[in-house]
């Protein structure tokens, strides 16, 4: 029973990194897109696996479906064959390994030195965001089993669609402003003539 | 939401509807430029009444995640009299250019609204699509001109520089959720405090808070990193020193006008969110972050200075400057004090108005096709052009910090502040930088005034909305340089409103 | 059950890749997808640390993350369209008008 779950993580982040790994060293970019999109589809197994269903639906749907798509899109539209033959690496890379180097050391420094301090939520004693009024709601809609402060953030689509309706109403409508101004931007830059 | 949610955000909602309208008016009609910058003008107007009648009403919105303070009506405030400026300097450049108004104005109003909801949110998560409203519509204004190279290459310098930012932005706000279990500010301040203070206060009010109080090790390497990585994002945005790499290129290759709008309105906006982040949610922690400003702040007064001095290019110079000038106001940063936010504020005004009015000049005297940018170009401009030449010539002394013009009180708060909060050698260098900028500015100056022209430069006469513009820039110059008391206060009280909130 | 600490250290690195990538890559397109990879590294901590402590602000956090991505690969690749028309190349080494 125990050894599931570890085994299921370690699977996952040999997919994601190894996708990683050769997205950022494949010579051809429509390569490096589909290892990004194995990467991506990693991270949305270790999204289900955290109990974020939710979130690994929408990892498969807009970033998969749409922003990879977009990204292969483009690299079918710019000259492909030139940049296949030339150097793959710029000249700084020395610098550049050097440099994630200490990234990398000071990262797993921290977070080795700050181990001890994710002890604190460890007995999972954290309450659920939505308050008593929203379970009461949740409930009244339909029979949910195991709901309540304590839980497993499930059901989990219920409890982000609530979460983002009431509580961050705000930034859920601001967004619509970010999208305008994306389709806005993406007009103006890439059209022939205004 | 509740109708006072709703007239909190009122200024963000007219200026988004009037973006819209922009845009519509400009496809539904054949000349369109004039009453597109119609309605842009309109809205603006009806933003700015909307929230000075808010200023003294203050509100938390939408439950706590949108605050209409005096801190962030102080700000809004800002960017729409920028924003409004930046409109009236740039109708002459967007026709002699060639360019689409209507999209142009949309954008800038757009950007606008994510810099007013950077300024008064409470919320990591509202910051964080404020800033991105913001960048975005910048990446687009800054490649406006795409049949110039200059322009599309600024934009992706820019664009890419800025997403990476961007992400290490955010990797220290997961981790900050990691260490507090919120990315609300002031539940974030409440979790740090609760923890400093140990498990005998009373009642946590954040249930994430209650896991902190009972942990026997407070998270602390793990909330350094956080701070660190937000600092870089934060740092970028507000191109300071060490991060300031993508300033010159991308100043140098926007259209002017964006310039001076990049050069003052995300960039307070990016202050507005450093000062509300650092400030209310890590206030707790100053201990750790202050010598990472002073560290900063030194470097970018020294390269930014240092830089200038080697430019030939009028752009590319006030770039440098632009960083020189972030410097001086993370010297008032570094004091964390009430007294050190308000000269914060109070230089962003007296630099809103100066920058603007001086890359007003250098947009006009650029000619079609920004020609002119040469400094060498600006020889014997004080005989052939003296009221031009008059009138840079007060903005060159106003960023110089002369004396009876606002940049010389701006620099006095800030050092006043600094001198009060103990930082004496920050203090010195920072005067020291004075003198090294002084060199640059007065060589433009100097060329103006004393020596022959290299070359005929045309200079077409100012229509009415540049002398508007240049009118309210020379005014509010001189204003602040003689009577800072009115938005000294102003500043103040919304400093003091920050303090509150901690 | 797997400690929250490795899914953390599982980000961190997937970070660091990506900052790598960015690094060193010459073509425009995928320095852009290792900044897509950055961005997974810290969606992924979020979604750690959000069933780690219960909360799900950070869940919340991850879904604003991936509409502003989408909003971001939008602009940007048609920011790499109109660079790609002026000098029909996508090697950062010759985006290089502007020199110091």
């Known amino acids: 029973m125990n050894v599931l779950p570890g085994f299921f993580f370690y699977l996952l982040s040999a997919i994601i990194l190894g996708g990683a790994i050769l997205t950022i060293t494949r010579r051809n970019a429509v390569h490096s897109a589909i290892w990004l999109i194995v990467t991506l589809l990693g991270v949305a197994g270790i999204y289900l696996n955290q109990h974020a269903e939710f ?47 200490a990234l990398m050391a000071e990262l797993a420094y921290f977070i080795v030195k700050g181990r001890e301090s994710f002890r604190f939520g460890d007995t999972g004693t954290g309450t659920l965001n939505p308050d008593a009024a929203v379970i009461e709601f949740l409930k009244s809609c339909r029979d949910i089993p ?38 806005v931007g993406a007009v103006v830059m890439a059209k022939k003539e205004i | 939401m509740q109708p006072s949610d709703a007239i909190a955000i009122l200024p963000e909602i007219i200026l988004t509807a009037a973006g819209i309208l922009v845009m519509l008016l400009g496809a539904f009609f054949e000349k369109s430029e004039r009453i597109a910058a119609g309605a842009t003008y309109a809205g603006l107007i009806a933003a700015i009444i909307a929230v000075a009648v808010q200023f003294n009403h203050p509100v938390a919105a939408f439950g706590g995640v949108f605050l209409a303070d005096s801190f962030g009506c102080f700000f809004r405030l800002l960017f729409l009299l920028i924003a409004l400026l930046v409109v009236l300097s740039s109708s002459t450049y967007l026709h002699r250019e060639g360019l689409s108004a209507a999209e142009y104005y949309a954008l800038l109003l757009f950007g606008t609204v ?87 206060a009373g009642t946590p009010v954040h249930p994430a808070a209650a896991n902190l109080a009972v942990s026997t090790q407070f998270p602390a390497s793990l909330v350094g990193v956080a701070i660190a990585l937000m600092f870089v994002g934060l740092a970028f945005k507000v191109s300071a020193a060490p991060f300031q790499i993508w300033t010159p290129d991308v100043y140098q290759g926007a259209p002017t006008p964006v310039t001076a709008f990049l050069s003052t309105a995300p960039k307070a906006a990016a202050f507005a969110a450093f000062l509300r982040i650092f400030m209310v949610g890590l206030g707790a922690y100053s201990g750790r972050w202050s010598w990472l400003l002073w560290i900063v702040a ?30 001086y106001v993370l010297v008032a940063f570094t004091t964390h004090s009430a007294d050190g936010v308000a000269a914060v504020l109070y230089y962003l005004v007296a630099y809103a108005f100066m920058n603007i009015g001086a890359f007003l000049v250098v947009t006009h005297l650029g000619g079609r096709g920004e020609r002119y940018l040469e400094i060498e170009d600006y020889a014997g401009l004080g005989f052939r052009f003296p009221f031009l030449a008059g009138m840079f010539s007060i903005f060159l002394l106003s960023l110089i910090g002369v004396p009876l013009t606002a940049g010389f009180l701006g620099k006095f708060y800030v050092f006043r502040a600094a001198i009060h909060g103990d930082l004496v050698w920050l203090t010195v260098l920072g005067v020291l930088n004075s003198g090294i900028a002084a060199y640059y500015y007065l060589r433009v100056l100097v060329s103006m005034y004393m020596s022959a022209p290299a070359r005929e430069v045309p200079c077409e006469p100012l229509r009415a909305p540049e002398r508007l513009a240049l009118a309210i820039s020379v005014v509010g110059t001189l204003y602040l340089g003689l009577f800072p008391q009115n938005v000294m206060d102003l500043a103040t009280q919304a400093a003091q409103w920050l303090q509150q909130a901690r | 059950m797997v ?41 992924l901590t979020f979604v750690a640390l959000s069933y780690h402590l219960r909360e799900l602000n950070g869940q919340i956090f991850v879904f604003f993350v991936m509409v502003v991505a989408a909003a971001e690969a939008a602009v940007g690749l048609a920011i790499i369209i109109t660079v790609f028309k002026h000098r029909e190349s996508l090697n950062v080494d010759n985006v290089d008008l502007m020199k110091l």
């Open chain 1, 55 to 101: 979130l690994a639906a929408v990892q498969v749907l807009v970033y998969i479906g749409g922003i990879m798509v977009l990204f292969l899109f483009v690299i079918m539209l710019v000259n492909l064959d030139e940049a296949a033959k030339q150097r793959q690496f710029n000249h700084q890379w020395t610098i550049a390994v050097g440099c994630a180097l």
């Open chain 2, 114 to 200: 994510g810099m007013g909801v950077m300024a008064s949110a409470n919320e990591l998560i509202l910051v964080f699509i404020g800033l991105e409203i913001s960048s975005l519509a910048s990446y687009v204004l800054v490649g406006f001109r795409r049949d110039v190279p200059t322009s599309s290459e600024a934009s992706l310098k820019y664009f890419l520089l800025g997403s990476f930012a961007t992400a290490f932005f955010l990797y220290g706000v997961a981790l900050m959720f990691g260490s507090t279990g919120s990315t609300r500010l002031t539940q974030i301040n409440e979790a740090f405090n609760t923890a400093l203070r140990g498990q005998s």
């Open chain 2, 298 to 327: 030194v470097l970018s007064m020294f390269l930014g200075n240092l830089g200038a001095l080697l430019q030939a290019n009028i752009k590319r110079m006030l770039a440098y400057s632009a960083i020189a000038h972030a410097g």
């Open chain 3, 3 to 43: 400690p929250i600490s490795y899914f953390l250290v599982l980000a961190a690195i997937l970070f660091v890749l990506g900052v790598a990538g960015f690094l060193f890559k010459r073509n425009i397109v995928t320095i852009f997808m290792s900044i897509e990879l950055m961005l997974n590294a810290v969606n």
């Open chain 1, 146 to 183: 195991g709901l309540g402060p304590g839980g497993f953030l499930q059901p989990n689509t219920e409890l982000i669609a609530c979460a983002l309706y009431r509580d961050y109403l705000l930034p859920f409508e601001i967004a619509s402003v970010l999208l305008l101004v994306a389709i």
